[in-house]
């Protein structure tokens, strides 16, 4: 079902949208090569220090003359596989039998059908970007808080952490909300422990990295976040025709 799915999408989507084209192979290419961008390229340079981890081991590709168009296109397919495998995971935690879980990855494959520009159902994602890992580690974390398995579950929410902290955060925030309290306070060592080491890399990275609260580069940033920062704001919602998204 998930390597069907895969299939059809991308057969009805054709190429991967330009998410990754406009900042993940950018970082990757200025990460392989220190000054190919230029100090002034906001979009660029402004997140070269971000968390983008998986953005920055992409330099490799460049670094060994990998065809960077196809390795990607490879990792997008291969994500769209992991993402439909934790759907049908959590399906199945969820209490669907084989026929509906099959339903269920068919119909989110078909989304791009009939969901439109709907931003807000941008799953599953047309482009291999870290949510593109993230959501699909965050879906099993989950499917074992569903299971009352606490140790799993915060363990790979975590580790959406690492891959994308604010998807990470709402993965763990999920697990809390599933997982009856009490297992939470008999799980200090055997879970909240080996998950909070996971987490600390990233966290200590995200606090090391932190902008500088202002500066002439700064200025620009507030629009280039309105440029390239889809649906981030209220009013592109009403002006694109759909505040019923609020309910």
């Not at 084209?21 to 090569?33: F, K, V």
């Not at 699909?136 to 808080?145: D, H, K, N, V």
């Not at 309105?226 to 649906?231: D, F, L, M, Q, V």
Request: aromatic share 12%; proline share 6%; with cysteine.
């Amino acid at each position: 079902a998930a390597s069907g799915a895969t299939a059809f999408l991308l057969a009805y989507r054709g190429a991967p949208t330009a998410f990754d084209e406009w900042l993940a192979l950018p970082i990757a290419l200025e990460t392989a090569r220190p000054g190919t961008f230029p100090a002034g390229d906001l979009l660029v340079q402004g997140s070269i220090h971000g968390p983008f981890h998986l953005y920055k081991l992409a330099s490799v590709f460049y670094t060994l003359g990998v065809n960077v168009d196809v390795a990607w296109y490879v990792l997008l397919a291969l994500s769209l596989v992991a993402f439909f495998l934790a759907v049908w995971r959590l399906a199945g935690a969820m209490g669907l039998d084989h026929r509906e879980r099959a339903i269920l990855v068919m119909a989110i494959a078909a989304t791009p059908i009939y969901r439109g520009t709907l931003n807000w159902s941008a799953q599953p994602m047309l482009s291999f970007i870290t949510a593109s890992v993230a959501v699909p580690i965050g879906l099993l974390a989950i499917s074992y808080a569903i299971e009352s398995r606490l140790t799993p579950a915060l363990l790979l929410a975590a580790l959406a952490f690492d891959v994308h902290p604010s998807l990470g955060i709402c993965a763990g925030l999920v697990v809390i909300s599933v997982v009856p309290w009490q297992a939470h306070l008999q799980a200090v060592r055997s879970a909240w422990l080996p998950a909070a080491l996971v987490a600390a890399p990233n966290l200590a990275y995200l606090l090391t990295h932190r902008p500088a609260p202002s500066g002439a580069a700064n200025d620009r940033l507030w629009e280039i976040f309105s440029i390239y920062g889809y649906h981030a704001f209220i009013r592109d919602h009403w002006r694109d025709g759909y505040p019923w998204v609020a309910l």
